[in-house]
């Protein structure tokens, strides 16, 4: 199973991006996909997630009401649209699949990652 995100870069506040996870593979492509980011020196936090089926989607309370997470299970594809951007998202975001029981928020619950896309946010 592989997972490749796309889409990251440098914006200014305020502004917006949209960010790819391309599944291939079976078990990853399959199952509930999180989202989540890491900035230097901090561990990785949870920004959303969304189920299998697409019926169902968390956020963080951060950023809900500013992103939107969606998903194409016909092209094997996870979208995170992520609006009005603040510099303290800045990071590397990570797709996770996989999920296997624990909880959605942790990235531990998640065995299959993508290498990541930078993120970078100016003030």
């Known amino acids: 199973a592989q997972l490749q995100e796309s889409g990251g870069g440098l914006v200014q506040a305020g502004g917006s991006l949209r960010l790819s996870c391309a599944a291939s593979?079976?078990?990853?492509?399959?199952?509930?996909t999180g989202w989540f980011r890491q900035a230097t020196g901090r561990k990785r936090d949870f920004v959303a997630f969304?189920?299998?089926?697409?019926?169902?989607?968390f956020f963080a309370d951060s950023v809900k009401g500013r992103f939107t997470v969606s998903r194409d299970n016909v092209e094997n594809m996870v979208v995170l649209q992520m609006d009005s951007l603040n510099p303290e998202e800045t990071g590397v975001y990570y797709c996770?699949?996989?999920?296997?029981?624990?909880?959605?928020?942790?990235?531990?619950?998640?065995?299959?990652w993508g290498q990541g896309t930078q993120v970078t946010v100016s003030s």
């Open positions: 996770a699949g996989g999920h296997r029981g624990g909880s959605y928020y942790e990235p531990a619950s998640y065995p299959f």
């Open positions: 593979g079976g078990t990853a492509s399959r199952s509930t």
């Open positions: 969304i189920t299998r089926s697409g019926n169902a989607v």
